[in-house]
């Protein structure tokens, strides 16, 4: 470490300049596009403070790529971008001029993705994909145990491919129905470690340099995102779905992201015709593509909870009160927000109709168009 550095460190400078850099991420709460309403802006503190919770466990507890470790990435109360009400996220430091084995058992999830990944949203950056695995490629044994090869190098069997610039993992588990199902267990071991697991004044000085850029890099791309949102208000037109894998989504899935905006008294019906996919999903989330709170309403339905119509296709209703019909989801006091309609390894993409109309017009379930 550099003497400047190391007189940053001990003198207090490098704090001060931490704690400056997260005064200042405040500003994207205050950016022009964002709603001024109180519940908007009371939300858009909140979510720096859970970003910065996220931040300090990617950047300097789980950030020792020699001695690895499976965290939560995004759960009930820390969120980033349209995170699935469905899934459990996990993430992982590595390197790719490392190599690493992953154990573990698969539980019960109907969907399980592990990806490898560089780079993050600090800066206003990516999360690149370079290398992607899913359970149904690995051989896994009768009790479900199973050994997965994480390297640059190509093993033969189960392997995810890592590149040079590779630096992280990410894994999704999504379940079908939460309560029932058994999660996945996952383990992590460096085969090759190079560092010690003693702090280094350095690297934690590097380390925490790199919090805040996480928090404003974060925040400021999915603003970004809405404000590209606006121009579909209440639409859900296919997604680029080079910029959703840009910002780490998965290959295997189809994204249709957007933005709802509506008036206490109004509805939002969404209709579709599900295509042949492993599973599909729809979810309402805050401005800040924080998911509604999940764990006290109905703000998403999926293949696995959704009733169909007679033809099999799908009518989601989205308000802020109860219709009396099928498959609604409450705004939660919320006037907009983020959303999101996502098909898991489909194989075709049906278009979604949209329409916004009178709250009092929408009745029945399944069968009973009751609306105008």
């Not at 001695?67 to 971008?81: D, N, R, V």
């Not at 579709?272 to 593509?289: A, E, G, K, V």
Request: aromatic share 10%; glycine share 8%; with cysteine.
């Amino acid at each position: 470490m550099p003497d400047n550095e190391l007189h940053r460190l001990h003198s207090g400078e490098l704090w001060r300049e931490f704690c400056e850099d997260l005064k200042l991420a405040g500003e994207q709460v205050l950016a022009v596009s964002v709603p001024d309403d109180d519940l908007t802006r009371s939300e858009g503190f909140r979510y720096l403070t859970r970003l910065l919770r996220l931040s300090l466990e990617k950047n300097i507890e789980f950030a020792d790529p020699d001695y690895p470790q499976f965290y939560s990435l995004s759960h009930e109360t820390a969120k980033i971008g349209n995170d699935n009400p469905d899934n459990f996220y996990q993430n992982c430091a590595v390197d790719g001029g490392r190599e690493y084995r992953i154990h573990g058992n698969r539980g019960s999830v109907a969907y399980l993705s592990i990806e490898s990944k560089a780079g993050s949203f600090a800066g206003g950056g990516d999360m690149a994909p370079t290398g992607h695995v899913e359970l149904e490629q690995l051989e896994v044994g009768e009790n479900g145990d199973f050994e997965l090869m994480v390297s640059a190098r190509e093993y033969p069997g189960n392997w995810l491919p890592m590149r040079l610039e590779t630096d992280n993992l990410l894994v999704r588990q999504t379940f079908g129905d939460r309560a029932r199902e058994q999660r996945a267990q996952l383990h992590i071991e460096c085969l090759d470690p190079a560092g010690s697991d003693t702090l280094d004044a350095g690297t934690f000085a590097a380390q925490l340099s790199a919090v805040v850029p996480f928090i404003t890099g974060t925040a400021g791309l999915f603003r970004q995102w809405m404000d590209i949102f606006s121009s579909h208000i209440n639409q859900l037109p296919p997604n680029d779905q080079a910029m959703c894998l840009r910002a780490g989504g998965d290959p295997s899935i189809y994204y249709h992201n957007s933005y709802w905006a509506l008036a206490t008294e109004e509805a939002l019906v969404i209709e579709f015709t599900p295509p042949d996919c492993r599973t599909w999903n729809f979810q309402l989330s805050n401005y800040w593509m924080e998911s509604l709170d999940y764990r006290y309403h109905r703000i998403s339905v999926s293949r696995h909870g959704a009733e169909l119509e007679a033809d099999g296709s799908v009518r989601i209703v989205v308000a802020a009160r109860d219709p009396g019909c099928a498959n609604w989801l409450t705004t939660a006091d919320h006037r907009c927000g983020a959303m999101l309609l996502r098909y898991v390894e489909a194989r075709d993409y049906p278009p979604v109709r949209t329409r916004v109309v009178p709250l009092d017009q929408i009745a029945g379930g399944p069968g009973e168009r009751g609306d105008a």
